[in-house]
């Protein structure tokens, strides 16, 4: 017995099988089948290869560098800071030319201050006080200016006043000027330049237009006409992120500038152009929120004959310009392709799959084809000596 084992394993090493194939003669599911082919074709073809291009090798790691420069002057006169002209060195911060830059377009000037004692603003809640132990001394005042000196200062016939503090005196009272400072900064130019490098594929580029004409950037403006002329005006800007300039000038936003990149390297290096996106990044409110705009504090530091230091403070309102880069690229690679390709013959084997389920389950006669894809044999049963002929017509064995 053990002898016929073997030898029986060792002829089946050397026997060859294949798959039996049932032809249905069924129209509706036929046209089903076919219909899954040509539609998982179609996606291959259309969908993986052309739109997605499945073909390719991407590189998403962009490495990118941004040069910015801001260009413009505008003329002022006001009581805090009488005749001015403005220029860059003034109104851009900071002044390196980064992603990040802010354009000053309205300010809140409180000159000539000194640290000293005095009244703390009564529009700070905190600072309110009716008796002198209402103002701790050497307890800061939340959200506000100095620090409490003990006293409670009030004015004649009023109950309620404000604590004294020690601070950078006089402290800042005024409101937001109802129109902007520089409301003709619409004028002004921003400059920026991008370099990109994709390093899997050593590919390099940048969206200035390679020439020596050295007056090219003195005349030209971004449009379609000048895609590589990467000098954009402040007031078309904000235009194209759907912001009016007056209302963005006056309470300041924040304002995001996106290049995106989309490079196919199998076609000339020409036809990898950028595409700016302009949007409004900060949070618009109706009305006069407070939540609205976008502002910050800084100070100007000075000393006097008698070395006393004082400053200037400014409450700056304005434009916050972020500059962001992304991007792909994409070359012929015979992996991807193969992988997309085998994937797609997979597919087809799954519209066979489905087809199967339909034939021999949904359809009327679908017991009928049961029948004839799956045959159940078993051996070693026979009846009155005679084989069933359909089985022994079904296992004919072939030898060579």
């Not at 076919?34 to 993986?48: C, P």
């Not at 701790?136 to 409490?148: A, D, I, L």
């Not at 004015?155 to 004294?164: D, F, H, I, S, V």
């Not at 434009?319 to 690679?333: C, T, W």
Request: proline share 4%.
């Amino acid at each position: 017995m053990g002898q016929a084992g073997c030898k029986g394993l060792y002829q089946s090493l050397f026997d060859y099988k294949t798959e039996k194939y049932v032809i249905a003669k069924n129209k509706k599911v036929g046209l089903l089948y076919r219909l899954l082919q040509v539609s998982i074709l179609t996606y291959l073809v259309v969908w993986v290869f052309l739109l997605k291009k499945g073909y390719q090798d991407t590189d998403t790691s962009l490495q990118s560098s941004i040069i910015t420069k801001v260009k413009g002057v505008t003329f002022t006169n006001t009581s805090e800071l009488g005749e001015r002209l403005w220029d860059v060195a003034d109104y851009v911060i900071p002044p390196q030319g980064e992603n990040v830059f802010f354009i000053i377009t309205n300010l809140i000037v409180t000159p000539n201050q000194r640290q000293e004692t005095c009244a703390e603003s009564d529009s700070i809640p905190d600072a309110l006080c009716y008796e002198d132990s209402d103002c701790p001394p050497g307890k800061p005042v939340m959200t506000g200016n100095g620090v409490r000196t003990g006293r409670c200062l009030r004015a004649e016939n009023l109950t309620r006043g404000t604590c004294e503090i020690f601070a950078w005196c006089p402290v800042e009272t005024r409101s937001r000027p109802e129109k902007p400072l520089l409301g003709k900064a619409e004028d002004f130019t921003i400059y920026i330049k991008n370099f990109i490098r994709f390093p899997k594929f050593n590919f390099f580029k940048t969206n200035v237009l390679d020439t020596k004409d050295r007056a090219y950037l003195k005349s030209c403006y971004f449009g379609p006409k000048n895609p590589y002329c990467p000098i954009f005006r402040l007031g078309s800007v904000v235009k194209w992120t759907g912001s009016d300039f007056q209302e963005i000038a006056l309470q300041g936003g924040v304002i995001g500038i996106q290049i995106e990149w989309d490079c196919d390297l199998d076609r000339a290096p020409s036809e990898c152009n950028p595409r700016y996106y302009f949007n409004r990044l900060d949070s618009t409110f109706p009305g006069s929120s407070v939540s609205s705009g976008y502002n910050f504090r800084f100070a100007k530091y000075y000393r006097d004959g008698a070395g006393v230091e004082f400053r200037t403070l400014m409450k700056a309102y304005g434009i916050r310009f972020d500059v962001m880069v992304n991007g792909r690229a994409g070359k012929f690679s015979i992996i991807p392709t193969v992988i997309n390709v085998g994937s797609g013959v997979a597919l087809m084997g799954v519209g066979s799959f489905l087809c199967d389920l339909v034939l021999i389950y949904f359809i009327k006669k679908s017991h009928f084809y049961r029948n004839k894809k799956f045959e159940e044999v078993r051996s070693g049963h026979q009846a009155n000596g005679k084989a069933n002929v359909e089985q022994l017509q079904n296992l004919q064995t072939v030898e060579a």
